[in-house]
């Protein structure tokens, strides 16, 4: 199977598992930021979608010519459900876990922590075969109480736990959608063929 790191191009190793932000976290800490070419290549997205999601709000405003690490995870975040959700419902459900993407304040959790648990529970779904309701359920609440120290807003980790299965189910909904693509491909080649 071929798998990748959601939301980018970049193919999975051990070494994801955990941080799966930590592939990138490098490369934008020695280059000050990603370009908007390299945001491209990392995430498969053109140009002018990326710079369509900050003019909608749905990401910060860039300061310069270079993407921040704030940016890029916001963007990793939206990629990973853009195939299975509405991109304005998107944007909905980051903004009922963190408020407005310009302050933090009110965040309940760091955009790439969320990244980063979320990553985490899609390859133990995907290892364990575990995409059912309550295995994803069970994931979640495990996954969140061994990071509480992480989430600042204790009072709303309700909402972050909900969000987190929507995420989830939206992704394997991404997963199942592409893979029956696939199938209907070969199938409407072998009609055509006849």
């Given at each position: ?17 955990d941080?799966?932000f ?5 490369v ?17 997205l053109?140009?002018s979608?990326?710079q369509?999601?900050?003019k ?17 995870i916001r963007?990793?975040?939206?990629n ?26 009110d ?7 969320w ?12 290892d ?9 359920k ?9 990071c509480?120290?992480e989430?600042?807003?204790r009072s709303?980790?309700y ?8 995420m ?10 592409a ?14 063929n006849?």
């Open positions: 199977m071929n798998r990748y790191i959601p939301g980018t191009t970049l193919k999975f190793s051990e070494q994801a598992r941080e799966a930590s592939i990138v976290s490098p934008l800490d020695a280059t000050g930021g990603l370009t908007l070419s390299q945001l491209s290549k990392l995430t498969g053109t140009g979608t990326i369509n999601w900050i909608r709000g749905w990401v910060a405003s860039t300061q310069g010519k270079k993407y921040s690490r704030k940016q890029v963007i990793l975040l939206i990973v459900l853009r195939d299975s959700m509405k991109l304005d419902d998107i944007a909905k459900l980051m903004e009922y876990v963190n408020g407005d993407v310009e302050d933090t304040s965040d309940i959790i760091d955009d790439d922590v990244y980063n648990i979320l990553c985490r529970i899609i390859f133990t779904a995907e364990e075969g575990a995409f059912d309701t309550n295995s994803v069970k994931l979640i609440s495990r996954e969140l109480e061994q509480t120290h989430i600042h807003i709303d980790e909402k972050l736990h909900n969000a987190m299965f929507v989830i189910m939206a992704y394997r909904s991404a997963c199942l959608k893979e029956m693509d696939k199938v209907l491909t070969i199938v409407l080649d072998e009609m055509q006849k």
